[in-house]
């Protein structure tokens, strides 16, 4: 026999709250497949496996609405939504990588007692800048294109993602 998780024993498995995840249930997402005799959800683990993909796909950026129209619609795959996922994770390690050495510069120029001018922190805070709007402009040029590969979303939908 598979074993089963109960909704609270999912939470803290994920890190998600009960609310959340019967918030999940009740907008269709992410249903339990079973309910014990006494009302309670009960999760296998085909439902965690789904679950991993709704998180990793809520992870890039994708609405909640967005993310049902994909995992619903039968048209993806669940190796694609893990390399979409370590894509987007290894984008953000790069970027977060120069902002490191910006940092460390102007940390260095500290320790040694140098002067640091108008022109470091100038560009420590354009890198901040760039950093973050690189990942914003990157997300939207490209997630279009992968949901189309994922063939989730109808073409004439629009895909819009928040930039806070």
Do not use: C
Not at 15 to 30: C, E, S, V, W
Not at 103 to 128: A, R
Not at 136 to 153: F, Q, Y
């Amino acid at each position: 026999m598979k074993p089963l998780w109960k909704v609270g024993e999912l939470a803290k498995l994920t890190g998600l709250t009960i609310r959340t995840l019967r918030f999940y249930d009740q907008i269709g997402l992410f249903s339990p497949s079973a309910h014990s005799d006494s009302g309670h959800r009960l999760y296998n683990e085909a439902d965690l496996s789904r679950l991993q993909q709704i998180l990793s796909l809520k992870e890039l950026g994708l609405s909640l609405e967005e993310i049902k129209s994909i995992v619903t619609g039968g048209h993806f795959s669940p190796l694609e939504i893990v390399s979409l996922q370590i894509a987007r994770l290894k984008e953000t390690i790069r970027i977060q990588q120069k902002l490191l050495a910006e940092l460390e510069y102007v940390s260095n120029q500290m320790h040694l007692k140098q002067p640091v001018t108008v022109e470091d922190f100038t560009t420590l805070l354009e890198m901040m800048k760039k950093s973050r709007g690189k990942m914003i402009l990157e997300r939207r040029m490209t997630w279009e294109h992968h949901l189309d590969l994922l063939g989730g979303l109808q073409p004439e939908r629009a895909v819009v993602f928040e930039s806070g």
